[in-house]
């Protein structure tokens, strides 16, 4: 049933493999060795290689030649350094062989070489903004620094700016091959810190253009429309939305030379940035278009996972489920978390908290209450009802609410990191959580208020990297468990960590 874990090591490291080459060299030797050849064994060999030297003593002292020597000392050395450099590639949770795989969904689990992935991330929607400009690209290469240096291994931007100040599509089609650049080096930068991201493909929203863009758009083009919902439905601007999806999917980055549908270093592709359709409250014309534009990123990119970017709210098709949305207009704008999420060609769910903005803006434990509810229900419902992930994509509280504190902040933190936990421990489809956002310094003329600055904010920063730690030590534990086959997992070292409710 189980290998233990010595022999699973020796076999895992190709030790063995080494140990065979050993014998093929003992069979053609006769005479003994220098006793320095045990002398190095002992100061430079260590772990697994040196127990299977040990086990090889005997025929290893029969080695006649210099030559012999020179060779095994060699090989032995080359061995250990790859030992080395692969233990501490697992040390930070990366197999040094398979270190930058696609992660992939196997039912209700994210996984990553067949072993589940946990997502401690955060959000930076203005990276290719700043990076289009030399003199504040730097300030990505920071985020990405910080975010690792906590632990974080997703993160969320944008891949889109429509007809705006910097625009990476100027119009239809049309793009800015400098601003393009800009978003090949975030996505490069992101693969040097081992981060992968969410890109997400056009925003609901008036900023970064939007889908008020698209409408201009085709009125410029001779359409005669009315609203902002017409993006949804116009057969022009569903085409228009096709072609920057395809041309952004087909992109041949010019740092790494990798066509972004190739590209592990990409998490997931988000349809639209929180999509809203009120105009039509039953919620059939953004089905329509959720159906179609997955199943379409889905024909040019069956490797990645594809996501809607809602915000979670639910709609007619489960009434009994609204009681659960932060207010009545929740209901009327057009989302429907349970039947979106059951559109073809959709991987995992994606939900967003903000108490402040959906309930009052002024802090109170009104706020911790809804975020353990409306986290707990999108998690029974993908595990009921869906069948797949749920990641809580964007969460946070603004610094402009009345009544705002940096202790409330964390225990906003804590509250949204202990619910991912306890789901994540019971292999329950709570994937992890996007803290919105992650800011360095000198970005401040960015901020909305929810900065989280990881160098100046230490107590957020000491949370968010214990919760990195936990699911670190997590994805070894199950790591560990399919490795070896084993059907029984430790929890002493997770365990020890979960056990003080003050840290989390």
């Not at 400098?178 to 981060?195: M, N, P, T």
């Not at 990409?266 to 359709?277: G, Q, S, T, V």
């Not at 009802?385 to 809580?392: H, I, S």
């Not at 996007?434 to 208020?449: K, N, S």
């Amino acid at each position: 049933c189980c290998k233990s874990p010595d022999t699973a090591l020796a076999e895992d490291n190709g030790i063995s493999t080494l140990s065979l080459w050993f014998v093929s060299i003992d069979q053609r030797t006769e005479s003994p060795v220098n006793m320095e050849l045990i002398n190095f064994k002992s100061h430079v060999l260590g772990g697994a290689l040196s127990h299977v030297l040990q086990v090889s003593y005997l025929s290893v002292l029969e080695l006649r030649t210099f030559v012999s020597l020179a060779l095994f000392v060699l090989c032995s050395a080359v061995f250990m350094i790859l030992t080395q450099h692969r233990a501490l590639a697992n040390s930070h949770g990366v197999n040094s062989e398979e270190e930058w795989e696609m992660v992939q969904r196997k039912g209700q689990q994210f996984t990553l070489n067949g072993q589940p992935f946990y997502v401690n991330g955060f959000n930076t929607y203005w990276m290719m903004t700043l990076a289009a400009d030399n003199s504040t690209r730097g300030k990505v290469t920071d985020v990405f620094q910080q975010a690792s240096a906590v632990g974080l291994t997703v993160g969320r931007t944008w891949a889109f700016n429509d007809g705006q100040w910097r625009a990476l599509q100027k119009s239809p089609s049309v793009y800015d091959e400098d601003v393009f650049k800009a978003l090949d080096f975030v996505v490069s930068e992101a693969g040097k810190y081992k981060i992968r991201l969410i890109l997400s493909l056009v925003n609901n929203w008036n900023d970064y253009g939007g889908k008020a863009q698209y409408v201009k758009w085709g009125n410029a083009s001779g359409l005669n429309l009315t609203s902002d919902d017409d993006f949804f439905t116009n057969p022009t601007l569903r085409d228009f939305y096709k072609s920057h999806v395809r041309t952004v999917l087909n992109r041949v980055n010019t740092f790494t030379n990798i066509t972004y549908k190739n590209d592990p270093t990409i998490f997931a592709w988000e349809l639209m940035n929180e999509p809203r359709c009120p105009s039509d409250p039953s919620g059939d014309k953004l089905q329509s278009w959720i159906q179609e534009m997955a199943v379409f990123v889905k024909s040019l990119d069956a490797k990645h996972m594809v996501e809607i970017g809602l915000e979670g709210f639910y709609g007619p098709s489960a009434p009994a489920r609204t009681k659960f949305n932060p207010n009545p207009y929740a209901a009327q704008v057009g989302t429907d978390f349970i039947r979106n999420n059951q559109a073809l060609g959709v991987d995992f769910a994606s939900v967003h908290v903000y108490p402040d903005a959906w309930i009052s803006p002024a802090v109170s434990d009104t706020f911790l209450e809804f975020t353990n509810s409306w986290m707990q229900a999108h998690v029974e419902d993908a595990e009921t009802y869906l069948g797949m992930p749920v990641l809580f994509t964007e969460f946070g509280v603004s610094a402009h609410d009345p009544g705002f504190n940096t202790s409330f902040r964390d225990m906003m933190l804590n509250t949204v990191y202990k619910m991912t936990l306890n789901s994540t421990r019971k292999g329950g489809a709570g994937a992890g959580s996007l803290v919105w956002q992650v800011f360095p310094q000198g970005a401040e003329f960015m901020d909305d208020g929810y900065a989280v600055y990881l160098t100046r904010a230490h107590t957020a920063s000491k949370i968010i990297s214990l919760q990195s730690k936990r699911l670190a030590i997590f994805n070894s534990l199950c790591g560990w468990r399919c490795k070896w086959g084993c059907k029984k997992k430790n929890h002493t070292a997770l365990d020890a960590l979960l056990s003080h409710d003050d840290e989390l």
